[in-house]
């Protein structure tokens, strides 16, 4: 009889035990987030102005600001982790991350397999060659070039699709220098972030010969389904009182000197 209700309190703690584990995979993202009280958020850290580290290695810049400002509204702290652009997506999609923030654009591949928040920002791509260039006038000249820009992002994609073979590199910087050594013949990136860059350096011999028509939609991806639902409901939230009250105006207007919050001007 002793062993029989042994067996019987034995069956009852493992019946409960994955009761529990039920319980805790049914939660959602954000209620994981509010009880860890973290949400863990994805970045490069090595592109100026958007996500970099200042003088005194801090991690800096435009997404790393917006994002502290939507999780102080959701109520938790943000958890940087620093990864290679070609890993970020795919620490989301292992549940490494919670979320990305590195100046991510909607496309439709993406949003085939991820969900987007509201658009945060809204950026124009500029096609940027080395002076002198004159084979390349316009994103169409692109057509059995060499381009660089990193693997799998936006600007890569955008410039195979005219026909540009892309040359993977790691960082901002990088793409600059190639080109200006003629290892490339060009780089697609945002306005705003070659406009930075010539701050940096006013002696590079580099120029803007076309931009797209279009604003890019710069947005927080997650993975899909309905966990993240809440989640997404609740940035979004965020993002619409922060445009409101005018912080994300200032907090673009401190890294760019202009406000790229707002679909236009």
């Not at 702290?77 to 979320?99: M, N």
């Not at 580099?206 to 940035?235: M, N, Q, W």
Request: aromatic fraction near 8%; charged fraction near 30%.
């Amino acid at each position: 009889m002793k062993k029989i209700l042994k067996l019987v309190c034995v069956l009852l703690l493992a019946v409960s035990m994955v009761g529990c584990s039920k319980k805790e995979e049914d939660k959602d993202l954000l209620e994981v987030i509010k009880e860890r009280g973290t949400i863990i958020v994805a970045t490069e850290g090595t592109w100026s102005p958007w996500t970099y580290h200042n003088e005194k290695d801090e991690l800096v810049g435009f997404d790393v600001d917006v994002m502290k400002a939507i999780a102080k509204e959701i109520g938790v702290e943000c958890e940087f982790v620093v990864a290679e652009w070609d890993s970020l997506l795919a620490g989301v999609d292992s549940k490494r991350f919670d979320i990305v923030a590195n100046r991510v654009e909607i496309n439709e591949d993406r949003q085939k397999k991820y969900d987007f928040t509201d658009p945060y920002g809204y950026i124009r791509t500029a096609l940027i060659v080395k002076k002198g260039n004159t084979d390349i006038k316009s994103f169409e000249d692109l057509d059995g070039k060499i381009t660089t820009n990193s693997l799998g992002s936006t600007y890569a994609t955008l410039a195979e699709g005219y026909g540009a073979t892309n040359t993977p590199v790691d960082d901002l910087n990088k793409t600059f220098e190639l080109v200006l050594q003629d290892r490339a013949d060009a780089t697609l990136n945002a306005e705003l972030s070659f406009q930075d860059y010539l701050k940096a350096h006013p002696e590079a011999q580099l120029e803007v010969v076309d931009l797209t028509e279009e604003a890019s939609l710069v947005s927080l991806p997650v993975r899909k389904g309905e966990e993240t639902a809440a989640l997404i409901e609740a940035i979004n939230d965020a993002i619409a009182k922060l445009s409101a009250d005018g912080t994300l105006t200032q907090i673009s207007n401190q890294y760019f000197g202009v406000d790229i919050t707002k679909a236009s001007k």
